[in-house]
């Protein structure tokens, strides 16, 4: 079983966000699949596997965080098409078919692979009472973003506010199903993007998540309106930092980056 770890949102290794990624002839059972991530212990792990003809899609796919299976992710679906096309595995735009429904990656001829996943339905909220004094900033907005992401979206007032935040972890795990993501607008849109972000998920076991596909499937939509452009990128400013290009195409959102394989082994037990 040959174990690949890729950093995902990023041109260079050791920056963007790690992944692992196994492809296998089919999924063993899920406590096998939980223990591996464990022992990755990264962000996301990905396990693909080939579908027969005719199946409606080309890979299976399912991730999973050191201690928990998850609904969507998008970096380790970004890796895992990396993966794919990098060993010839499958050439081409590939399908996978998952807990969110069959989701695409697209190789581009500049070696970026564009993901094509359902945008995520915005409903404004209150800001929770509290929210505030665990983040350390006061926001401005808050919105749910619907079952598949599973987060609190929040603007705040700045970047320089993003920036600095050092939030209380365990007490943001109270205000939503898996964490917070956090926003604002570029202080400078010449530097090359238009919004930043931060996420925070303490409730799948990562306190701060360093780039992640998945939350911009809400920040596309959420920065389009506001922006009045379909076409962005968005900088999420962890300590290994990433850019997505985002592409709002009606209910769905196009995420482009690349993919650098830092890691190949094999699992031996």
Sequence with gaps: MRIRIVDAFTDRPFAGNPAGVLLLDAFPDDDRLQKIAMELNLSETAFAHRLPEGSGADWALRWFTPVTEVAMCGHATLATAHVL????????????????GVLSATPGEDGSI???FPAAPLTPVDVPAGVARALGAEPVTAFDTGPNVGDLLLELEDEKTVLGLSPDHRTLAAYSARGIIVTARA?????GHDFVSRCFFPNVGIDEDPVTGSA???LAPYWSERLGRTDLT?????????????????DRVLLTGRAVTVVEGALLV
């Excluded at 202080?187 to 530097?191: C, F, L, M, N, Q």
């Excluded at 968005?234 to 009606?250: D, E, F, H, K, M």
């Design 114 to 116: 564009t993901l094509e």
């Design 216 to 218: 911009h499937t809400a």
């Design 85 to 100: 096309h990098t060993t010839a595995a499958h050439e081409g735009p590939v399908r996978f078919t998952t807990r969110s």
């Design 187 to 191: 202080e400078d849109p010449a530097r």
């Design 234 to 250: 968005g900088l999420q400013a962890s300590r290994r930092p990433g850019l997505v290009r985002t592409g709002l195409r009606g």
